[in-house]
């Protein structure tokens, strides 16, 4: 019998911490942030070329990249004169395996509760 693994299996990671949890989903919360990630993931990208697509001065940018940093979901490294800004994929790994563990919680609560109102048919 063959099996086929679309995807690889997940990485293991250490929990994280409510401060790590925090800082991730603020960050996300910003859409010109969320468009970095997206970006970013594809492709290291450099600070000044994330600028040139955005409606703010470079500073601005700077500053929501310092804030993905800061949350592990992008890192920065230099290349020659730029810093190139590469997403981080395994963070987000992280950030949706939490969400999963929420999606589970509810979808048992909302099966349990199924139950409960089929015993009463």
Do not use: C
């Amino acid at each position: 019998m063959v099996v086929y693994q679309l995807e690889p299996p997940p990485e293991r990671h250490e929990p994280l911490s409510d401060d790590e949890i925090d800082r991730i989903f603020r960050a996300l919360a910003d859409a010109t942030r969320r468009d970095i990630v997206r970006r970013t993931l594809k492709a290291p990208v450099s600070v000044s070329a994330l600028a040139a697509e955005y409606d703010m001065s470079f500073a601005a940018v700077q500053k929501h990249v310092a804030v993905l940093e800061s949350a592990g979901l992008v890192s920065k490294s230099p290349q020659g004169r730029e810093r190139l800004v590469s997403g981080n994929p395994g963070r987000i790994q992280q950030a949706q395996l939490l969400l999963d563990e929420f999606e589970q919680l509810w979808r048992g609560r909302v099966n349990r509760l199924d139950a409960l109102l089929a015993e009463d048919d």
